[in-house]
């Protein structure tokens, strides 16, 4: 037999599988080889299985060695000749007189052998007899009787491979999650795993040799067997088990039935119906409903919608917001977050009419189906009753916050073919409407609105253009020190060149420019710029700033320290020449890591103005918590400012309290003398607006 064969690694790869290559010894083989040298009244008596390089003997009588070269094994002569090899005299053969076991030590005189081989034909090792004196040639039924002990030592063999398979299987079906059962003719238990013992609370070791009718009970028995015979054995069925404490427990059962020593064999697959409806269960919550909340998801709203349209039903959808919610997040945190929008669910759950699905569709905001036909005046009112819960004050952990809330309102109508999403879209619309208008009541969903959105997109496709044949440009308004009128600074403002409009400003288009999905990169070109820009200017006033809005992407940019590390160092300029503006609107909505990002640029020496000062929701004691350099007092404030005690008394208080923060101060929107020389009297640090200069472009920036 050739090495490398197709035959030969067929062999080998069957002579691994029986592992007995290098195993200990087993007294089975020891008796073959016994019994065989006292057959044959022989001194020696081999058992032996030829791997790729030698023959290894695994039982033996008078022979020392454990194993040899496969090319000097006579041995292995007979595996490559596939049936009784008999040499009565080696020294009258040829083939053998010259062989290193016959002229040296052991002198082999005799050899027989009888080949090893498998149910499959191939052929692992061979029994062998030897002696060191002739003998005369084996008869027809001594050679018989050699293949009979080969026969012998093989069965052995598959059986030591069936046991060990058996040994496996048992130890697999102990640790499946499945409960497996197995029983004999009599239907009494002969296995019984551990799953099994979970599932019904029955002991294995009590369940051992139990009538099968009394571990599982009488009607799972009945329903698995009935009268049958065992060959007719039912093989699936769904039904129940007894446990121990009297339950019945739904399970699906899995029956085989195999013929094993003679006798009939059954097996059972016993899986918990129960767990796996829990675990569905589970999974249909995960799937279709708010952990926060328990109320159905967006997804499953959405599904629930569309049936309702399929089915032709008259539709309603309202689309509830909450107003300043991102603020008490900020403030208070979001586990007080977190129960204000619990509440909110349950206020907007109980207002609704029996039958409505109320949903949370996204963070601070929910949805009311309503399906059927509805009087539109109710829902209307039903609007105002939601807007009213809402804006009760919520308590929750001694804290007491004000939320307020928009509905907007959306309906099926004869003649519109809509699909879930398009109605949802429309309370959306309606929705924002009824933000910018501040209604007390719900918004109906109107074809402007549409056109509005419309509209939206149209300017967002024009910014993106303009962006890309860059018509955006900065202009500088400079800033003054309201003690000597010297400039100290300027703030950068974005125009848009339009090429049939003119000059736009940021008040048409900033809306939608701030959360375009190039405003980052835009605004990266603005610190290059306004860079550039400042850098310039120096040369003029040693101690000029420039100021930049960021915008609120810019902000959660995680590399927003490294881009303006990288330009002030690209333009030689030191880092109190760059003054970051942000709107206290924008900081209270920021997650830690923005804080983080303001902080590091701050202790590098960047300065942090709060812009519109004033108009938002911070409260005095959070202006500590942010890592600022300046306050800009709003416009409105300075607009009234001679005229209005409030006003007066408003920017008199923001001065004290910047100071006595260590911030300075600017206003906004000086437009005459007198308001600039009132700022200055009351201690205000810098100014700007038309009194000094208008926007302009940096060509015409005032020396």
């Known amino acids: 037999m050739k090495t490398g064969s197709v035959e030969e690694t067929h062999r080998l790869d069957t002579l691994n599988a029986y592992a007995i290559i290098g195993s200990p010894p087993e007294k089975e083989f020891d008796r073959i080889v016994e019994l065989a040298a006292a057959i044959f009244a022989v001194p020696t008596a081999l058992v032996g299985f030829t791997g790729e390089n030698e023959h290894h003997f695994k039982a033996r ?107 496996a299987a048992l130890g697999l079906a102990s640790s499946m999650p499945d409960a497996i059962i197995c029983t004999d003719e009599a239907r009494r238990v002969t296995f019984w795993n551990q799953a099994a013992e979970r599932l019904s609370g029955l002991p294995g ?35 129940y088990l007894r446990c121990q404490d009297g339950r019945l427990r739904a399970v699906d059962v899995s029956c085989s039935t195999w013929a094993g020593e003679h006798r009939y064999q059954r097996g059972f697959v016993l899986r918990d119906l129960s767990a796996r409806q829990d675990m569905q269960d589970r999974l249909r919550y995960l799937r279709d409903f708010d952990r926060l909340t328990d109320l159905p998801n967006r997804s499953r709203f959405l599904e629930l919608v569309q049936e309702s349209l399929d089915l032709g039903r008259p539709t309603v959808v309202l689309k509830v917001g909450l107003d300043n919610f991102k603020a008490v997040n900020s403030s208070l945190g979001m586990t007080v977050g977190d129960a204000v929008l619990r509440e909110a669910a349950r206020r907007v759950s109980v207002a609704v009419p029996p039958g409505a699905t109320v949903a949370r569709l996204a963070g601070d905001e929910y949805g009311v189906l309503l399906v059927g036909e509805q009087d539109l005046q109710a829902v209307r009112v039903l609007s105002g009753v939601l807007i009213k819960e809402i804006a009760r004050p919520f308590r929750v952990r001694g804290f007491e916050c004000h939320v307020t809330g928009c509905v907007g309102m959306a309906r099926t109508e004869d003649g519109q073919t809509l699909d879930c999403h398009d109605l949802l879209k429309r309370a959306l619309l309606a929705l924002q409407a009824a933000k910018s208008a501040g209604a007390d009541h719900g918004v109906w969903f109107a074809n402007d609105l549409g056109a509005r959105a419309e509209k939206r997109h149209a300017l967002e496709q024009e910014l993106r253009d303009a962006f890309r044949h860059h018509r955006f440009e900065m202009h500088f308004q400079p800033q003054v020190s309201l003690a000597d009128g010297a400039v100290i600074g300027a703030e950068a403002l974005i125009r848009w060149r339009h090429q049939e409009r003119g000059l736009i400003f940021p008040g048409d288009f900033i809306e939608v420019l701030e959360v375009s999905d190039f405003a980052s990169q835009l605004g990266e070109w603005i610190i290059e710029t306004c860079c550039d820009f400042a850098i310039e200017q120096r040369r003029r006033h040693p101690a000029f700033r420039i100021g930049i809005n960021l915008f609120p992407c810019q902000l959660r940019d995680p590399r927003l320290v490294e881009i303006v590390e990288a330009h002030l160092a690209r333009a030689g300029l030191p880092p109190d020449a760059l003054e970051l503006e942000i709107t206290e609107t924008t900081i209270l909505e920021a997650r830690p890591e923005v804080l983080d990002s303001l902080f590091r640029l701050r202790r590098r020496g960047v300065g942090i103005a709060f812009d519109d000062y004033g108009t938002g929701y911070a409260s005095l004691s959070l202006l500590k918590k942010y890592p600022l350099s ?74």
Not at 111 to 118: F, K, T
Not at 212 to 237: C, I, N, P, S, W
Not at 631 to 636: A, F, S
Request: charged letters at 25%.
């Open 61 to 167: 009588v008078g022979f020392d060695t454990c194993s040899v070269g496969r090319s000097l094994s006579l041995c292995a002569d007979t595996v490559a000749h596939g049936d009784v090899l008999m040499i009565a005299d080696t020294h009258a053969d040829a083939r053998y007189r010259d062989h290193p076991l016959v002229n040296g030590a052991p002198g082999i005189r005799f050899y027989a052998g009888a080949p090893l081989r498998d149910h499959n034909g191939a052929i692992l090792g061979a029994v062998s007899v030897i002696d060191y004196q002739p003998r005369a040639p084996l008869t027809d039924s001594q050679c018989d009787v050699l293949r009979n002990l080969a026969d012998l030592a093989m069965d052995y063999l598959a059986r030591r491979r069936l046991l060990s398979v058996r040994r």
């Open 630 to 703: 300046r306050l800009k007092i709003d416009r409105q404030f300075v607009l009234a400012l001679v005229s209005s005690r409030d006003d007066l008394a408003i920017v008199k208080a923001i001065i004290a309290l910047g100071h006595s923060l260590d911030l300075q101060v600017i206003a906004e929107g000086i437009e005459d003398e007198e308001q600039a020389l009132l700022l200055t009297q009351l201690g205000c640090d810098e100014g700007q607006g038309y009194w000094f200069c208008r926007p302009v472009e940096r060509a015409a920036f005032p020396a």
């Open 205 to 239: 070791a009590r369940a051992l040799g139990m009538p099968f009718a009394e571990a599982v009970g009488k009607r799972l028995e009945r329903a698995l067997f009935g009268d049958q015979a065992a060959d007719g054995m039912a093989t699936h069925y769904k039904g």
